[in-house]
């Protein structure tokens, strides 16, 4: 149903920025070894449905065995449209079961076992930080080529995001990156604070994906596209292909996976936030 890159920069800017990524993926890699323990499996059931329990939530049933977290935990979901997507990401599977391809699962397993065990507090502290080092705010001041298309593809929605959440945020090409004002941080939490714990858990896995808390609300708020935030998180490599070409296979690869994984993501959030005519007809599209 739903189908890292590291950007090597001459700039020492951009190589400062990017030791303070490293050192905050720590975190995720930890989630990421815990989401893929398994990378496949032999597919072990026929049929796949869902269930009701009494308190209201909702089960994932392979044939007739109740769907576990890794750390344990019965599996369930806090609505029926969020069930029937997980239902088809196994029901898609065939003889082999490719748990790195059903990204929704990893997230639901991420939010009721919570392998890091971190608050609502802090995954907001967490995606705040990408404000730091996100990915549109960090420019190059040559080639003119690029420093044109940056400007270009980028300012428009910075500019939407401020008018939006009446922040200032700007862009710089200094080794230290723009300086975000403490008001703007302020705003911005105040905004995350409206999410649950499931729609923080997704909307941080975007973030992680895209690199950038901007492009990421931009895609939330439907402002931009999946395709149209993906291709802005990658402007400076879809630059250098252009420019020098690629290994086409691998360029259509990595494309199509950020693709879906951030698709997921940002349906994940949807999914865990709006209101069921909302979730219904998101899973019709």
Not at 15 to 43: G, M, P
Not at 138 to 167: A, C, F, M, S, T
Not at 218 to 225: A, E, P, Q, T, V
Not at 235 to 251: D, K, M, P, T
């Amino acid at each position: 149903m739903l189908r890292c890159i590291v950007r090597l920069q001459s700039k020492v800017g951009n190589a400062f920025s990017l030791s303070k990524v490293c050192l905050r993926n720590q975190h995720y890699e930890c989630v990421a070894r815990y989401s893929a323990a398994t990378a496949e499996r032999k597919r072990f059931y026929q049929d796949v449905s869902i269930s009701q329990s009494e308190g209201g939530l909702y089960e994932i049933n392979l044939d007739q065995r109740k769907l576990k977290t890794p750390g344990g935990k019965l599996f369930t979901v806090p609505n029926e449209a969020l069930a029937i997507a997980v239902a088809t990401e196994w029901d898609a599977q065939r003889d082999t079961l490719k748990f790195y391809t059903m990204h929704l699962t990893t997230l639901c397993n991420t939010a009721l076992d919570n392998p890091t065990q971190r608050s609502k507090e802090q995954m907001i502290t967490a995606a705040l930080k990408f404000l730091e080092t996100d990915t549109i705010c960090y420019r190059v001041d040559e080639p003119h080529g690029l420093v044109e298309l940056q400007k270009n593809e980028w300012d428009p929605v910075l500019q939407w995001i401020e008018k939006r959440y009446n922040v200032t945020i700007g862009s710089s090409a200094s080794i230290l990156g723009p300086e975000i004002p403490e008001a703007t941080k302020d705003n911005l939490r105040q905004h995350l604070k409206s999410y649950n714990f499931w729609s923080l858990t997704g909307l941080e896995y975007v973030i992680t994906q895209l690199k950038s808390i901007v492009l990421s609300l931009g895609m939330i708020d439907r402002h931009l596209s999946v395709e149209q935030a993906v291709l802005l998180s990658r402007l400076e490599e879809e630059y250098q292909i252009r420019r020098w070409g690629n290994v086409e296979w691998a360029h259509d690869y990595d494309m199509y996976e950020l693709r879906a994984r951030t698709a997921a993501g940002a349906l994940f959030v949807h999914l865990t936030s709006e209101s069921s005519t909302v979730k219904h007809k998101l899973l019709q599209d």
